[in-house]
C-alpha cells in the first residue's frame, strides 16, 4: 500500500487493518534508519576521541558537542516511534490523546505524533503564554 492509497481511502476505513500495517512498516522502516544514524553517530564519536593531535582540541570538542546532541535528538525520535508502535498495539494509535483522529496527512509526514493538529496549537499557544509571564 502507498501513500497515495491511503490518502484515498474512506473515512470508514481509518485506523482500519490495512492503515494500521502500514502504519507499522513506515514506523519499522524509520526506526531502522535511525538506528543505523546512531551507530554512525557512535562510531564518529569514537574516532572523535581517538584524534592524536591535542592543538585541535577546541574544534574536537565542537564536533564531540554536535554528534552528541544528534544521537540525542536521534534517541527520542526512535523512542517516540517506539511510542508509536505501541499505540498500534493498544488500538490509540492515531487518535489524539485528547479524542479526535490525529488523521492520516499528519501521520503521514509525523508517524509518531500523539497530538492533532488543535490540540498541539493549544499547548503551544499555552507553553507560550506561560513562558511570556516566566520571563
Known amino acids: 500500500m502507498t501513500k497515495s492509497e491511503i490518502l484515498l481511502m474512506s473515512a470508514d ?3 482500519a487493518g ?3 500495517q502500514f502504519f507499522r512498516e513506515l514506523i519499522n522502516t524509520r526506526i531502522s534508519e535511525l538506528r543505523l544514524r546512531i551507530c554512525d553517530w557512535r562510531e564518529e564519536l569514537e574516532r572523535l576521541e581517538n584524534v592524536p593531535d591535542p592543538g585541535d582540541a577546541a574544534t574536537i570538542e ?3 558537542q554536535k554528534v552528541t546532541s544528534s ?3 536521534d534517541s527520542s525520535a526512535l523512542n517516540e ?3 508509536a508502535l505501541s499505540r498500534i498495539d493498544e488500538g490509540t494509535y492515531g487518535y489524539c490523546e485528547t479524542g479526535p483522529e490525529i488523521g492520516l496527512r499528519r501521520l503521514l509526514v509525523l ?3 500523539k497530538l492533532c493538529v488543535e490540540e498541539q496549537e493549544r499547548r503551544e499557544a499555552r507553553d507560550r ?3 511570556k509571564f516566566a520571563a
Do not use: K
Open 13 to 15: 476505513d481509518y485506523m
Open 18 to 20: 490495512s492503515q494500521l
Open 62 to 64: 565542537e564536533q564531540r
Open 71 to 73: 544521537i540525542r535528538r
Open 81 to 83: 516511534l517506539l511510542e
Open 111 to 113: 508517524p509518531s505524533a
Open 129 to 131: 503564554h506561560r513562558a
